[in-house]
């Protein structure tokens, strides 16, 4: 049933399917689980129990002719009263002048609506038919494609066709332990209640089983990753003690402690799948490097994947500096090394040939002809930035490589058991020794001259500043205006002391590369920039970061900023320039002011904006629930991840009639995301 085209339902031809795929929906099983958000209560009320702006069903007897008066073109208003409780109450149809023929004196008639107290009116909504009394009304998510109604209509026709074949998902023993009901009456109920607390009962079991669902197939994911069929890689332990000794700074506690926790899966033959979160500035990369040494000696190649060219550059410089003494060949390979240059081929050929040891690079590793001889191990940098199927492209590349992503943006505990449930974490909560807090300050946009005035005295110590602009996603061209103003402003304040530099997403990969070269080598005092800058990049000289209308970015978004920063042991500071219009732009702001903690800005900024957007749309890997909240329903996914691990761990699973639908279901899942269909 649940790969069942939605094509067998009368009315559903191309144009309708392509209207239901907008909406996500593309089989009978995607169907029948798009819930309604909400009810309409087709049920009539009394007077007395009505509240005012609220939708309501009315019943009673037209007592006067109705009115129809025409306004504009196509406008219209239709008046008419109705008597209930023996009061008269007007009820007002706009420009819908059809329903005239409708509205009969002395006829009884039912209207749904919304209620004017003040007025002692029915703005109405929708004439009802007898069959809509005494009952509730799913209302769905639609588009201009698609009306609700037809949607409403086509889930009828499906659960009637199909409810037969709807089986339970979660296990017996856990539906007898919760009172649950069965996944077929859960799925009827949601859809046409009877009343408003069938719904909530329907609800309540639909909320445990999407997370349910969602941990068993975390837990079924790790399970596969944790079967003894990974690398076992031989490391050489003297040589990594060497390595790290004589680093130019001692390792963090929490640095060490997550090394040897990488090291430790490294060296199990099972395939290691683990994140390391750290804050912005903890020292991620020195850890991945090691992690890469410790391969390299083991005779495996190590990839790290990037998601801009500028941190893929900056990565390579960093790393080919630190293993060249060592006699290690790093190399980089981005999208702008075109496909038909002599060095992209002999770079390919070193590659497979097992002469190049660590290659660093975008998008473009994933790309056909780049062959690895041994990749043991694969990382993947601010790996949200990437979807599930590009991870596992590069980790097609080699047979069963270990894997280590990074993150260094926080994310609270309420979204780590949905956003990393299937991997194992390590986590680094301590800055480098010496590190100062960033010191961040709020000034009105008046101000910027103050501004402008603060990054002088920074400069005239020796330092360098970032002046940032928001990007609208909207408006390439209003970026670049934007950009270019602050630049002109920036130039006729600090020239022709100090050089003004601009960098932004439209420029050439070559201008980009330019720009950050002379920024980095001091060349450049003042960058001004819009989000490109945003992840991984590191000058150390640069001690003052201004953010122009900082209340248009997210507060992740302004911890990550404020990360270019601080990157040494002077101190350091933040500058936020922004008149929010909104209490939620006030509390973002002043949350900066507050706290340099990564977690507790993760913390503060779901409960600003709850569980939606707090990595960035899209690029998060945040799944979207349908009728549970993370947030909200926080104890239930806590108990839906134990029960989950309960089972899927069981020896017998997928063997018992109790567990073998929900094995199916999570294989067909895993398939999907393969891309196998």
Known sequence: ????????????????????????????????????????????????????????????????????????????????????????????????????????????????????????????????????????????????????????????????????????????????????????????????????LTAQAAKRTAVYEELFLFEARLQ???????????????????????????????????????????????????????????????????????????????????????PTEILARQHADKLFHLFQPLGINVNLLTGTTSAKSRQRRELLQQLAKGSIDILIGTHALIQNGVEFKNLGLVITDEQHRFGVNQRQALRLKGNEPDVLALTATPIPRTLALTVYGEMDVSIINELPRGRKPVRTFWLKKNQLKRAFSFIAEQLKQGKQAYLVTPLVSESEALDLQNAEQLLTDAA???????????????????????????FTAGKTKILVATTVIEVGVDVPQASVILIVDADRFGLAQLHQLRGRVGRSSTQSYCLLLADPKTDYGRQRLQTMTETTDGFVIAQRDLELRGQGDILGRKQAGLPEFKVADPIKDLKVLETAQVDAAEIINQSNFGKTTETKPLDEYLQQQLQLELGFD
């Open 1 to 196: 049933m649940s790969r069942q085209s939605l094509a067998v339902l009368k009315g559903v031809g191309p144009k309708t399917i392509q209207a239901l795929q907008h909406l996500g929906i593309t089989t009978i099983e995607d169907l029948l689980t798009a819930f309604p958000f909400r009810y309409d209560d087709y049920r009539p009320q009394n007077l007395a129990e009505l509240v005012d702006q609220e939708k309501v069903t009315l019943r009673g007897v037209v007592v006067t002719a109705p009115v129809l008066v025409r306004f504009g073109r196509k406008k219209n208003r239709l008046n008419f009263n109705l008597l209930i409780d023996n009061q008269a109450v007007l009820v007002t149809f706009f420009n819908q002048g059809y329903l005239a023929e409708k509205v009969i004196e002395g006829a009884e008639l039912t209207v749904f609506g919304k209620w004017e107290a003040a007025r002692q009116r029915l703005m109405g909504i929708k004439l009802l038919s007898f069959n809509k009394q005494e009952q509730l009304a799913g209302v769905y998510r639609s588009s201009k494609e698609i009306r609700a109604t037809q949607l409403q209509k086509l889930v009828k026709q499906a659960y009637e066709l199909y409810h037969g074949q709807i089986s339970d998902l979660i296990p017996g023993k856990l539906q007898k332990k919760y009172h649950l009901l069965s996944r077929q009456q859960m799925i009827h109920d949601l859809h046409f209640p009877a009343d408003q």
């Open 220 to 306: 079924y994911l790790k399970q596969i990753d944790q079967q003894p069929n990974g690398l076992k890689l031989n490391y050489d332990n003297q040589q990594l003690k060497k390595f790290i000794s004589q680093l130019p700074f001692e390792l963090t506690p929490a640095q060490k402690r997550t090394v040897n926790e990488i090291c430790h899966d490294l060296h199990r033959p099972v395939h290691m799948n683990r994140l390391l979160q750290g804050d912005v500035g903890s020292g991620k990369t020195i850890v991945a490097a090691i992690a890469m040494y410790a391969a390299v000696t083991a005779g495996y190649q190590a990839a790290l994947m990037a």
């Open 492 to 518: 006729k304040f600090f020239a022709p002391e100090y050089q003004v530099g601009l960098i932004h997403g439209k420029m050439k990969s070559d201008e980009k590369e330019q720009i950050m070269t002379d």
